[in-house]
């Protein structure tokens, strides 16, 4: 079987998604900013535009990671915050949830370490991601806001996948569909 793609056009960029099964009734295309410094820019140039205002922005390790802080650094601030998979020897009074994401096949956690949360305590936080799916990973993200004390003021994404690009309470750039095995996008 050939390789499938679909094109796509976020922040004015084209990019083709290779299309990646993840069981034998649905795909999804795979958006990865890891190593696209030219993606990156732009879609956290292009999702400034759209933030409420905030103190502090938050992500989910890993994806989101390059994106939080491109918009970190195009905001001139120091500093975001970053929920861990797993703890480190160097995290203090950390605390976590169970978050069951859709491009892995276990049941994970999210972790933020206390001097994290001390940081956004009252603040208004940001939560900003790659892609928003199922949404489970963002459920993740705001309990882990709000046990820390902080004030979620929106919800962002480059892309939202599926069902996502029906929610109100999220903003992102473009939409992306699921797909059937073989390459067809799901309406």
């Known amino acids: 079987m050939k390789d499938l793609y679909y094109n796509i056009e976020v922040a004015g ?9 993840l069981n034998d009734k ?5 958006f990865v900013i890891f190593g696209d410094v030219e993606l ?9 535009k759209k933030a409420p205002a905030h103190d502090v922005i938050i992500t989910a390790e890993s994806k989101g990671i390059p994106l939080a802080h491109e918009m970190a650094r195009q905001e001139g601030v120091n500093r975001y915050l970053l929920a861990r998979k797993a703890t480190k020897l ?7 949830v169970e978050v069951d994401s859709i491009t892995t096949d276990h049941r994970q956690h999210l972790y933020l370490d206390g001097d ?7 603040k208004n936080v ?5 892609v928003i799916s199922t949404g489970e990973s963002l459920k993740a993200l705001e309990k882990l806001v709000t046990m820390g004390g902080g004030n979620i003021v929106g919800k962002m994404s480059i892309l939202a996948e599926g069902e996502a690009k029906d ?14 095995p073989d390459g067809t996008p799901i309406k």
């Open 13 to 21: 960029l084209k990019r083709d998604l290779p299309i990646c099964p």
């Open 26 to 30: 649905l795909s999804i295309a795979g």
């Open 40 to 48: 990156t820019v732009s879609c956290a140039r292009e999702l400034l």
């Open 90 to 96: 160097y995290m203090r009074n950390v605390f976590g």
């Open 116 to 122: 994290d949360a001390e940081y956004m305590k009252g």
């Open 126 to 130: 940001l939560i900003v991601d790659d």
């Open 167 to 180: 929610r109100s309470d999220i903003i992102y750039l473009e939409k992306l569909p699921l797909f059937t």
